[in-house]
């Protein structure tokens, strides 16, 4: 398993302001990826964090808006930049030890970010 | 397009008795199938997860899960509910070459004492 946490647990922020998310896991792991989870919604993919090299965004989110950082195994960061009121949601950080498709994933406890 | 359902945004049962979430999928393959719990403030727990082998799965907490290839569904289950248990479900499917999972909506369990 794999225990995820990230900082910071929850912000307000104003509009046209950028935070960065942190995500710190206790152990060596393949795949992280970054999700949003709107209020009273199921998990949306914004991208897969790749160590060394640029992530990989899912339809509908970009680069400019979302930079992501993977500089080692063990460690991620998501910015969420040039915030609107839109912006408002929980962003959760995960990871997989193991990368082929039938091992589980872990989660951290979330950012819950409130943008005024 | 790949999808999960989850019928049920809202399932309320009384402390002690079975439990059933619902959960069915559209994805090409023989996906891997798995639950997550979420409660209030936290993040997504691993509950089980189907790859092969016996239908019936057993996680954590008590839980299990019956695959059905034929209906395409994997439902979650537990013979008696606790008031602990009230929380969000969350059913995702992975492609077996897939590396992305597909939640399904969620949904929120009110075990009643």
């Known amino acids: 398993s794999a225990v995820i946490s990230q900082k910071p647990s929850r912000d307000i922020c104003q509009r046209g302001t950028s935070l960065t998310i942190q995500c710190q896991v206790d152990?060596?792991?393949?795949?992280m990826f970054w999700y949003r989870q709107q209020p009273g919604q199921s998990l949306t993919l914004i991208a897969t964090?790749?160590?060394?090299?640029?992530?990989?965004?899912e339809s509908g989110f970009v680069i400019d808006k979302f930079p992501i950082s993977r500089p080692n195994l063990t460690f991620s960061t998501l910015t969420v930049s040039n915030m609107s009121p839109e912006d408002s949601s929980i962003y959760l950080c995960?990871?997989?030890?193991?990368?082929?498709?039938?091992?589980?994933?872990?989660f951290g406890p979330g950012t819950r970010l409130t943008v005024l | 397009a790949q999808s999960v359902a989850q019928p049920e945004d809202q399932v309320n049962v009384a402390e002690g008795n079975p439990l059933t979430v619902k959960c069915t999928y559209s994805?090409?393959?023989?996906?891997?199938l798995f639950w997550y719990v979420q409660y209030p403030n936290r993040g997504l727990q691993f509950l089980l997860k189907?790859?092969?082998?016996?239908?019936l799965v057993k996680g954590s907490y008590g839980f299990e899960a019956e695959f059905n290839k034929s209906q395409t569904s994997f439902h979650l289950k537990k013979p008696s509910a606790l008031v602990s248990d009230s929380a969000l479900y969350f059913c995702?499917?992975?492609?077996?070459?897939?590396?992305?999972?597909?939640f399904g909506p969620g949904t929120r369990l009110s075990v009643l004492p």
């Open positions: 995960s990871a997989r030890p193991l990368a082929g498709a039938n091992n589980e994933q872990f």
């Open positions: 152990s060596q792991v393949t795949m």
């Open positions: 964090a790749n160590q060394g090299s640029e992530a990989t965004y």
């Open positions: 994805v090409s393959g023989n996906p891997y």
């Open positions: 189907y790859i092969t082998g016996d239908n």
């Open positions: 995702a499917v992975r492609p077996p070459y897939g590396q992305n999972f597909v």
